[in-house]
């Protein structure tokens, strides 16, 4: 039997929060709200639309359809809320403060011995689009 195994983990992306970054972060927040609020004005354009059609030929398909639009309408002011808060929130951030951003994987090569924890906690952290530290959950070195 091998004594050594490739596998794939987890690797969480940390990002040192700048000026910059939280710039490019509100800009990106905009832009979905901006998103957002052009897909419910075709919503209401839509509304609008379907209520003359229905009215026409199904009245009775009216409800139905008022509904669905309604609740495609809540979904999106649900999400521009949340996008709202994480703005708020952006502009509260420290600089230099560390952020999770997300998580990637990778592969890593196993050997009987190995301690579990060391292998698995790896983060990488990035400032201004550069990698800045690849370290060990429990220590600060690089890999």
């Given at each position: 039997m091998?004594?050594?195994?490739?596998?794939k983990?987890?690797?969480l992306?940390?990002?040192?929060?700048?000026?910059?970054?939280k710039?490019?972060?509100?800009?990106e927040?905009?832009?979905?709200?901006?998103?957002?609020?052009?897909?419910?004005?075709?919503?209401?354009?839509?509304?609008?639309?379907?209520?003359?059609?229905?009215?026409?030929?199904?009245?009775q398909?009216?409800?139905?359809?008022?509904?669905?639009v309604?609740?495609?309408?809540?979904?999106?002011?649900?999400a521009?809320?949340?996008?709202?808060e994480?703005?708020?929130?952006?502009?509260?951030?420290?600089?230099g403060?560390e952020?999770?951003?997300?998580?990637?994987e990778?592969?890593?090569?196993?050997?009987?011995g190995?301690?579990?924890e060391?292998?698995m906690?790896?983060?990488v952290?990035v400032?201004?689009?550069k990698?800045?530290?690849?370290?060990?959950r429990?220590?600060?070195s690089?890999?």
């Amino acid at each position: 039997m091998s004594e050594t195994l490739t596998i794939k983990r987890p690797v969480l992306v940390i990002v040192k929060v700048t000026e910059g970054f939280k710039a490019r972060m509100a800009a990106e927040i905009q832009e979905n709200i901006k998103k957002l609020d052009a897909e419910l004005q075709q919503l209401e354009f839509q509304l609008k639309r379907i209520t003359v059609e229905l009215e026409k030929k199904n009245p009775q398909g009216l409800p139905a359809a008022k509904q669905h639009v309604e609740n495609e309408r809540q979904k999106r002011l649900t999400a521009k809320s949340k996008l709202t808060e994480q703005l708020k929130n952006i502009g509260r951030l420290a600089i230099g403060t560390e952020v999770v951003q997300g998580s990637l994987e990778s592969y890593t090569e196993i050997n009987i011995g190995d301690d579990w924890e060391d292998i698995m906690g790896v983060e990488v952290v990035v400032c201004d689009n550069k990698i800045i530290d690849i370290r060990r959950r429990n220590q600060s070195s690089d890999e």
